[in-house]
């Protein structure tokens, strides 16, 4: 079976203070891997797609990385309104199926 | 550029009540079309998607259904709810034809079931 798995499940952090958000995947063909950004009561909002191990895409402060087991959301530091639940999904096999991870809760202090 | 609405953002409904939910999207045809839930602690849940106009996926067996009554309408349903239906119910779209890209999902709808 399929599986995404997000850590750590909530990361505080310092305004300023950098670090990683990792998403593990136990897939067979994986197509594409997404970055989302969700705030509270929002619909999540697209960040990065990463298609092949040794991919990276950039976008302000956030670094998306990909190897063949599992992706990295880099933030350089970050500031309070980086605040917000992050996503990863994978495309498996035909590409109306997309497995989300139960996501990285973020929180910046000032 | 495209948007996508959903409506009504919130709703508080009673056990065994009809339920309602519209989707659609702006600026953009043919569009792959999806619902998911998102319950508290876990992962977005893949509902039912459509490639097309009557042309309706469902992915888990449940107390719910979907329609397609135009290219860029998507509804969600059901005849009687249950406590377990509620959630924050999310629909997205994504372009067909550039292979493996992103969804993009529209603001929500919070529904409780009481």
């Known amino acids: 079976e399929d599986q995404v798995t997000q850590s750590p499940e909530a990361l505080r952090l310092q305004e300023g203070e950098s670090s990683s958000l990792n998403c593990s995947y136990t897939v067979s063909g994986l197509r594409g891997l997404f970055w989302y950004r969700q705030d509270p009561g929002k619909g999540p909002e697209f960040l990065f797609t990463l298609y092949s191990a040794g991919e990276e895409k950039e976008k302000e402060r956030l670094k998306a990385t990909l190897t063949k087991k599992e992706s990295f959301l880099h933030i350089t530091a970050p500031k309070p309104e980086d605040s917000a639940t992050y996503l990863c999904?994978?495309?498996?096999?035909?590409?109306?199926?997309?497995?989300f991870g139960t996501g990285t809760k973020l929180q910046v202090i000032p | 550029s495209q948007t996508i609405h959903q409506w009504p953002a919130t709703l508080v409904q009673p056990v065994g009540s009809p339920l309602s939910l519209e989707c659609t999207v702006e600026g953009t045809s043919n569009p792959n079309l999806y619902w998911y839930r998102q319950a508290a602690g876990r992962g977005l849940q893949l509902l039912f998607y459509s490639v097309g106009i009557g042309q309706i996926s469902s992915e888990v067996p449940q107390n719910l259904s979907a329609s397609r009554p135009q290219d860029r309408q998507f509804i969600l349903s059901s005849k009687k709810l249950l406590l377990s239906d509620s959630g924050f119910y999310l629909c997205a779209w994504r372009n067909p034809g550039l292979g493996y890209n992103e969804q993009f999902f529209g603001p929500g709808t919070r529904l409780t079931v009481l």
């Open positions: 999904a994978v495309v498996v096999g035909g590409y109306q199926k997309v497995t």
